[in-house]
Protein backbone atom coordinates (compact mmCIF):
# COMPACT_ATOMS: atom_id res chain seq x y z
CA UNK A 1 0.00 0.00 0.00
CA UNK A 2 1.62 3.10 -0.89
CA UNK A 3 0.32 6.22 0.48
CA UNK A 4 1.35 10.37 0.49
CA UNK A 5 0.19 12.05 3.63
CA UNK A 6 -0.11 15.71 4.27
CA UNK A 7 0.95 17.87 7.04
CA UNK A 8 1.30 21.41 8.04
CA UNK A 9 -1.89 22.72 6.97
CA UNK A 10 -3.04 25.39 9.80
CA UNK A 11 -5.30 28.67 9.78
CA UNK A 12 -2.64 32.10 9.94
CA UNK A 13 -2.63 35.55 9.51
CA UNK A 14 -2.00 37.10 6.31
CA UNK A 15 2.07 37.80 6.43
CA UNK A 16 2.63 34.48 8.19
CA UNK A 17 4.59 31.42 7.49
CA UNK A 18 3.69 27.73 7.15
CA UNK A 19 5.71 24.77 6.38
CA UNK A 20 4.02 21.69 4.59
CA UNK A 21 5.18 18.18 4.48
CA UNK A 22 4.43 15.77 2.46
CA UNK A 23 5.62 12.19 3.28
CA UNK A 24 5.20 8.76 0.54
CA UNK A 25 5.46 5.51 2.20
CA UNK A 26 5.56 1.96 1.14
CA UNK A 27 6.96 -0.05 -1.18
CA UNK A 28 8.90 1.96 -3.76
CA UNK A 29 11.04 1.72 -5.92
CA UNK A 30 11.71 5.51 -6.92
CA UNK A 31 10.28 8.57 -7.13
CA UNK A 32 10.22 10.81 -10.27
CA UNK A 33 9.17 14.01 -9.17
CA UNK A 34 7.18 15.71 -6.14
CA UNK A 35 4.89 18.55 -6.48
CA UNK A 36 2.57 20.27 -4.83
CA UNK A 37 -1.08 21.65 -6.24
CA UNK A 38 -3.48 23.71 -4.54
CA UNK A 39 -7.35 23.88 -5.36
CA UNK A 40 -9.45 27.22 -4.01
CA UNK A 41 -13.01 27.16 -3.91
CA UNK A 42 -14.85 27.67 -7.14
CA UNK A 43 -11.26 27.51 -8.70
CA UNK A 44 -9.53 25.18 -10.43
CA UNK A 45 -6.92 22.96 -9.42
CA UNK A 46 -3.35 24.71 -9.99
CA UNK A 47 -0.11 23.43 -9.83
CA UNK A 48 1.72 25.62 -6.83
CA UNK A 49 5.63 24.16 -6.92
CA UNK A 50 7.29 21.18 -8.65
CA UNK A 51 10.82 19.31 -7.64
CA UNK A 52 12.29 16.52 -9.49
CA UNK A 53 14.36 13.74 -8.18
CA UNK A 54 17.59 15.97 -9.54
CA UNK A 55 16.78 19.04 -7.53
CA UNK A 56 15.41 20.77 -10.33
CA UNK A 57 12.14 23.26 -9.18
CA UNK A 58 9.50 25.94 -10.91
CA UNK A 59 6.85 27.46 -9.66
CA UNK A 60 3.85 28.78 -10.14
CA UNK A 61 4.09 32.85 -10.99
CA UNK A 62 1.38 33.63 -8.04
CA UNK A 63 3.84 32.15 -5.53
CA UNK A 64 7.37 33.06 -6.73
CA UNK A 65 9.57 34.48 -4.13
CA UNK A 66 7.44 33.66 -1.74
CA UNK A 67 7.44 29.97 -1.55
CA UNK A 68 10.31 27.29 -1.46
CA UNK A 69 9.80 23.71 -2.21
CA UNK A 70 12.70 21.25 -1.17
CA UNK A 71 12.42 17.39 -0.73
CA UNK A 72 14.56 14.97 1.54
CA UNK A 73 15.00 11.76 -1.09
CA UNK A 74 16.36 9.73 1.33
CA UNK A 75 13.34 9.72 3.00
CA UNK A 76 10.58 10.10 -0.03
CA UNK A 77 9.41 13.76 1.63
CA UNK A 78 9.06 16.69 0.24
CA UNK A 79 8.10 20.04 1.74
CA UNK A 80 6.58 23.53 0.88
CA UNK A 81 8.03 26.46 2.89
CA UNK A 82 5.29 29.05 2.68
CA UNK A 83 6.45 33.03 3.50
CA UNK A 84 4.20 36.32 2.90
CA UNK A 85 0.81 34.81 3.05
CA UNK A 86 -1.87 36.09 1.35
CA UNK A 87 -5.64 35.38 1.79
CA UNK A 88 -6.06 34.17 -1.84
CA UNK A 89 -3.67 31.36 -1.06
CA UNK A 90 -6.57 29.98 1.10
CA UNK A 91 -6.73 26.34 -0.50
CA UNK A 92 -6.35 23.17 -0.12
CA UNK A 93 -2.68 21.70 -0.67
CA UNK A 94 -2.34 18.48 -2.34
CA UNK A 95 0.85 16.26 -2.80
CA UNK A 96 1.46 14.72 -5.82
CA UNK A 97 4.16 12.07 -6.88
CA UNK A 98 4.80 10.52 -9.71
CA UNK A 99 6.74 6.26 -8.47
CA UNK A 100 7.98 3.72 -9.81
CA UNK A 101 6.97 0.39 -7.68
CA UNK A 102 8.88 -2.10 -9.08
CA UNK A 103 12.37 -2.66 -11.25
CA UNK A 104 11.27 -2.11 -14.74
CA UNK A 105 7.72 -1.41 -14.18
CA UNK A 106 5.20 1.67 -14.97
CA UNK A 107 5.08 4.81 -13.73
CA UNK A 108 1.91 5.89 -11.66
CA UNK A 109 0.58 9.43 -10.54
CA UNK A 110 -0.19 9.46 -6.33
CA UNK A 111 -2.24 12.30 -4.51
CA UNK A 112 -2.41 12.61 -1.43
CA UNK A 113 -5.62 13.52 0.72
CA UNK A 114 -4.88 17.12 1.40
CA UNK A 115 -4.43 19.82 4.05
CA UNK A 116 -5.87 23.15 4.37
CA UNK A 117 -4.43 26.41 4.64
CA UNK A 118 -6.52 29.46 5.39
CA UNK A 119 -5.27 32.93 6.00
CA UNK A 120 -6.97 35.43 7.79
CA UNK A 121 -6.68 38.93 6.73
Known amino acids: QVQLVESGGDLVQAGGSLKLSCAAS????????MAWYRQAPREQRERVAH???????KYADSVKGRFTISSDNANNTVFLQMNSLKPEDTAVYYC???????????????WGQGTQVTVSS
Open 26 to 33: GRIFKINF
Open 96 to 110: NAEMVLSTGGPTFAY
Open 51 to 57: ITSGGST
